[in-house]
Every structure is written in structure tokens, then in C-alpha cells.
């Protein structure tokens, strides 16, 4: 083991010790978890950035290749705040439901209906709920089955139903369905499936689209029914629906993540633009991101637009989209700021440093939240134009 892996080692396992410890109830859960993400964050590794600080150096591992970057945020002059810029994509929300209970949003099911499920540290989400965000109220669109056993993943809503999926810890994979206007849920649709499970899930028509870790992109029924590959996503991803692509997150060094995607309904294809030298590429359904010996770039999937990736240095989803977030230092404070990969238009927060949680909209998510002054802010990012 080398020094640096050493000092790596020490300080990752040094902040695990500091953690706060989870309750005893939920040890089962956390296993679980571990081993069903445990091949989805091995692919991860190998292409996002994993951020260290050893002895006020910060280093980005990029294909496992050390890098130097800065510890300290660039200073610049801050732009115009989020209100003023995109003001129409804007939500400003109490932090909790009417209950009292804390929320997590998860995407906007019409234009003022929130899909949410509360948020607890001590226990599971019991529910999920349609937050009516002009009118301030709640309803319960169906429980939480104890079968999935583990928090609710890929929540999403569309055809007048909600979808999400597990795995309950026996190696088969489900997925479950309810009425948005109300109801019970039920599975739809069993499936072997690894520890990496499903890595994308959208609604086309009156069908669920999703692909798993390893590679297929698959259909079955909104309301249950045979699952069913789609024609040629056997090795393929779901990146946008119509759109797949390949290789997904596990895709061998050198190779560009989602280089290769294809709409599957009109068959066009689209192959990402290289050039020698590129690293560590990423691509998503507009924007390219990657690095070179100058540092990190950005560029749209032809080529075009070709500029300093503002958010290199900040720890990225694993497919670059449209936005990303930045801390940036100026007029005597740091603070985060949304930038617009595709028009170079940004804008402020309003929020110091962050955990980014809420900040890093990945694949299809197209909602952002974070707290300011107590409040719960949400920013519609299909409101940019």
C-alpha cells in the first residue's frame, strides 16, 4: 500500500469513526443496504470523483489516479441570486408536512402536486404522499408495505400511478405499484436481479422502462405483468427515455459513459464526441463531462461548446447533466451557485456550503431542494429554459 492509499485510508476510516452511529433497529437494514448498492458504488468509484483532504491538499481519484486539486473555492464575482434569474422555476416550502413531519421531494407529479415521502432519522418512510404545494396540505396516496423492507428507491410517478423498487434481501429484485389517485400497492413484477439492482426507471405510456446494473433495459405493464427486454438494450442502460446507451456506470477505463445511445423508438443514434487525450468522460443526454491535462471540461455530446467544467473539482453524479453546483467565494463569503452547463448562465443559492444532497440532480431527476431559513426551497430545473 502506498503512503498516499495509507493517508487515504486513515482519514476515510478516521471520519467513519466520527459518524454518528446508527440506531441498533436499523443494523439489518444498513447490511442490506451494503450489499445491494456494494457493486453500484465499486462503479461508481471508478468514474466519479472521491474527494480526501490530507494535510489541507484536496485529491480527486479519477480511474484511481490521484489528482491534485484545490482545497479552497474559487473567488469570483457571485452572480445574480436564483430568484431573480430563473425565478419560475422557484418553490419556496415549509420545511415540513402539516404533521410536522420532515419530507423528502422526489418530483413534481403536475404542475403543484409534490410527490414527497416523510423523512426520519430513527426509522423507514411509512408512506407516500401527494403534497399540494399552493395549498400547503397532504394526502396519502398509499402505505409502505413492510415486504420492502428497505427505504423505497427510483420513486416515480406517471400513467396515474407511483412506482418505486427493492429488494427485499433474497436475491429477487420488485417492483411495486399504486394508484396516485389512492389505494393499496402491489408488486408488479418480480425479477432476478444483483447486489447493483435497478439503475434507472422511467414510464412510457402504459408501461414501466427500467434497466438493471448490469447491463438490459427491460418493459412490464403499469399494472403488472410479464417483464419483457427491450429489442437490442440487452448490454444497455436507460438513460432518458427513449434514449439507452451504453457502457453504463461500470464502463471500462477510457471508455466514455454513455458515449453511445440510442432512441428506440425512431432508432437514431448518437455517438459522443473524443478527442485524444480525454479522461474519465461522462456523458449524459446533452452535456459531456471529462478532464485533460488542462482540468475538467464540459461540452455538449457534439462537440460544441467546448469550456472549463466550473463543477470539476466538487463531487459529480456519475452522468453529468444540464446543471451542477459550484461553491464559489466572493464578496467575503462562499457560497453555492447553480450553473447552466449548456448556456453558461448561473446563479446563487442562497446557501453556504453544502452537503449537496439535495444539490446534484442525477439521470432523469429534474428537481433540486435544499434549506433556506428554515424554509425548504425546491427548483424545478424543467422551468430553465
Known sequence: MSQLEEALRRTLAGAAGQAPQAPATLTGTVEARYRRRRNRTRAMLATAAVVAVLGGTAFALKDGTPRAMPAAP?????????????????HDLPATLPDGRAFRPYQFIDDRTLLVTPEDRTKLPDAVYAYDVRAGDARKITDLPKETALFPEGLV???????????PGNGRGQLWSAPLSGGPARVVAGLPMDDGGVDAMAVAGDRIVFSVQEGGVFTVPLRGGTVKPVKGGAD???LAWPWIGRPGMASAKGEPMFGTIRNVQTGETDTAFTRPGDESIRCGLEVCAGWTVRGGFTRLRDGSQERP????DRPQTVTPGRFCAELVKGSGQALEVLRDRRTGRSAVLGIARSSMLGLVPN???RLMHYTVQGRMRLVDLTKIP
Do not use: N
Request: hydrophobic letters at 45%; aromatic letters at 8%; a neutral charge.
Open 363 to 365: 439521470m432523469g431527476q
Open 236 to 238: 444497455s442502460h436507460l
Open 309 to 312: 467544467d466550473p463543477c470539476a
Open 74 to 90: 474559487p473567488t469570483a464575482t457571485l452572480p445574480p441570486a436564483i430568484e431573480k434569474v430563473w425565478p419560475q422555476a422557484i
Open 157 to 167: 410517478a406517471g400513467g396515474g400511478r407511483v412506482m418505486w423498487w427493492t429488494v
